[in-house]
């Protein structure tokens, strides 16, 4: 039986309080109570909630000093902060120092339900189902992503993730292997931009013994090594052209003749594969296969940049300096809340993987156990040197220019359509292009 899920409410209202925890464990919650701050912190000492809810204006420590305390002991738990002095200047203060929701006063019955459940899917425990339990995220774009690919992972279909590098595309090409039937076969990956063609071809297909100079034994390729399961083909829009005729063969006819080999022999894998390039430029200008692409992108998943997730980056940032303290010993244990703020405000032109080499080179360089702003500061003006190709700017500024054309029009094709002075039919080739839904702009009040 599933155990409930605890949460901590602190307020120094008590007649709130008290309404509030009646509320909640009406809902089928445990629920723990604090009238201040110190209290709180006393309770966390003995028991450890799910998340907490705080009001953010309380004598003596105030929610967002409280959270700042939690996060120091307690990484990754989820902190809510309520208010009835709600601002715009307070929620942009709280979000981007990583407190998971801000909720103003009166508390509203659907909002709460919604930025509860929001907050557990984060902090309960994986079941062993759990296919998305190595993707943190709080973004809503990042959600709708893993609810189309929660859609199709049971398809055994095609799917193409498009996406800037560094963002996680094949962090969610293996969720969605483990979401799959296949999940209990091999997931083999393989960048296609890694390897020089003859190599590549032999990685993919296999070769027999002197097939190729090097060649000094029989190599069965990952076509068969991942018979069964799923093969995930990364940067696929730098494989050779030679290559790619050989690819979509091998697809349509779920064979491969290893090199130096006379006998094709059968295969059974699915394939996910990932670029960063625009693959509809590359196909117009005679670069890649017309026929692969449309096999290999039956369905489309785009991951949104990381500065467009600015509610991760707390949460990821924290996330990679728990790793960095279980893999080596070292005296930092958190970031001060401005040094967060200023990393949910950064760019990151190298996404997820940039963050990453920034949270380690900060630990590395911390002289004290909280990371501070000035350390950030310095650590990000010496990342700042990549400038993105001609290809990959143009495909920024379409993707941003449709999604803010769809927010405006709230999901409506037509009108957006007529807002770029585009025809429905090319509009709805563009959406493809970027895999972008118009229905996940629609029906969005809450």
């Known amino acids: 039986m599933k155990r409930k899920a605890k949460i901590l409410l602190v307020d120094d209202d008590a007649s709130l309080l008290?309404?509030?925890?009646?509320?909640?464990?009406?809902?089928?919650f445990e629920v723990g109570t604090a009238t201040s701050g110190a209290e709180a912190l006393e309770w966390l000492e003995r028991d450890r909630p799910d998340l907490v809810l705080s009001d953010l204006k309380m004598d003596g420590m105030d929610g967002l000093a409280l959270f700042d305390r939690i996060q120091r002991a307690h990484v990754g738990l989820p902190v809510v902060i309520m208010t009835a002095h709600g601002s715009i200047t307070d929620a942009v203060t709280a979000t981007r120092s990583g407190v998971f929701g801000f909720l103003t006063k009166p508390i509203d019955k659907e909002a709460l339900r919604k930025t509860i459940n929001e907050a557990l899917a984060v902090s309960l425990p994986a079941d062993e189902d759990d296919w998305q339990h190595s993707i943190l995220t709080r973004s809503p774009a990042m959600a709708a992503v893993l609810e189309q690919a929660r859609r199709i992972a049971p398809l055994d279909i095609s799917v193409l993730i498009t996406g800037p590098s560094g963002a996680g595309k094949e962090l969610l090409a293996k969720a969605i292997h483990d979401a799959s039937p296949r999940r209990d076969y091999p997931f083999i990956a393989l960048n296609c931009a890694a390897l020089p063609e003859q190599l590549l071809e032999s990685e993919l297909f296999g070769h027999v013994k002197g097939a190729f100079t090097g060649a000094i034994s029989d190599h069965p390729g990952i076509f068969l090594?991942?018979?069964?399961?799923?093969?995930?083909?990364?940067?696929?829009?730098?494989?050779?052209?030679?290559?790619?005729?050989?690819?979509?063969?091998?697809?349509?006819q779920q064979e491969v003749r290893p090199l130096?080999?006379?006998?094709?022999?059968?295969?059974?894998?699915?394939?996910?594969?990932?670029?960063?390039?625009?693959?509809?430029?590359?196909?117009?200008?005679?670069?890649?296969?017309?026929?692969?692409?449309?096999?290999l992108n039956v369905v489309n998943l785009a991951l949104p940049p990381l500065r467009e997730r600015p509610e991760d980056i707390p949460l990821l940032a924290r996330h990679f300096l728990e790793q960095i303290r279980q893999r080596q010993a070292t005296q930092v244990t958190g970031f001060a809340p401005e040094a967060l703020a200023m990393l949910a405000a950064a760019n990151w032109p190298g996404n997820v993987r940039q963050l990453l080499n920034v949270v380690e080179q900060a630990v590395a360089l911390a002289s004290a156990p909280?990371?501070?702003?000035?350390?950030?500061?310095?650590?990000?003006?010496?990342?700042?040197?990549?400038?993105?190709?001609?290809?990959?700017?143009?495909?920024?500024?379409?993707?941003?220019?449709?999604?803010?054309?769809?927010?405006?029009?709230?999901?409506?094709?037509?009108?957006?359509?007529?807002?770029?002075?585009?025809n429905r039919t090319d509009f709805y080739k563009l959406l493809n292009r970027h895999g972008i839904e118009a229905g996940a702009y629609k029906d969005k009040g809450d």
């Open 370 to 422: 909280v990371i501070g702003a000035q350390l950030v500061e310095t650590i990000l003006a010496g990342n700042s040197d990549h400038f993105p190709t001609f290809n990959e700017a143009r495909a920024e500024f379409e993707r941003v220019y449709l999604n803010k054309v769809l927010r405006m029009t709230d999901g409506n094709v037509t009108q957006a359509a007529s807002l770029a002075g585009r």
């Open 225 to 252: 090594a991942a018979h069964g399961g799923t093969l995930f083909l990364d940067e696929i829009g730098d494989m050779p052209p030679a290559l790619q005729v050989k690819l979509l063969r091998a697809l349509e």
């Open 260 to 295: 130096g080999s006379t006998r094709n022999v059968r295969t059974d894998v699915r394939i996910l594969s990932a670029t960063n390039r625009d693959l509809v430029a590359a196909m117009e200008e005679g670069r890649f296969r017309e026929d692969l692409f449309y096999r």
């Open 18 to 28: 008290k309404l509030l925890g009646l509320r909640l464990k009406s809902e089928g």
